[in-house]
């Protein structure tokens, strides 16, 4: 598994490479609720109140490109996700219950 860090660099070198690096952070933002729309989508096919047909790798296709909006968001803001992430999840061993 690729730590979050290596991926965060990956996405900031991606988006150099195309221009992107300087996309507001509102827009990328806005682009993260279109795809959490899209993979809503798909959830509403697998339960079955879209009647649409259900594809396992579209979701897959659409969680990733939401992962790479987020990692997109972390390099705006200088936030490295590995120290984040545990920083949350000490955090979240220490809870109790869902509050
Ligand atoms: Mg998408």
């Known amino acids: 598994m690729k730590p979050l860090t290596e991926l965060q660099k990956q996405v900031n070198a991606y988006d150099e ?3 992107w690096a300087d996309d507001a952070t509102a827009h990328i933002a806005l682009h993260m609720n279109e795809e959490l729309g899209e993979i809503s989508r798909r959830i509403l096919r697998y339960e079955g109140y879209k009647n649409e047909r259900f594809d396992r790798k579209e979701l897959a ?7 790479y909006l987020l990692l997109k968001l972390a390099n705006k803001f ?9 920083s949350m999840w000490s955090r979240y061993e220490k809870k109790t219950s869902r509050r």
Do not use: P, R, V
Not at 61 to 67: A, P, R, W
């Open 17 to 19: 490479k195309y221009g």
């Open 61 to 67: 296709e659409e969680l990733t490109d939401l992962l």
């Open 78 to 86: 200088n936030i490295g996700l590995d120290e984040e992430w545990d």
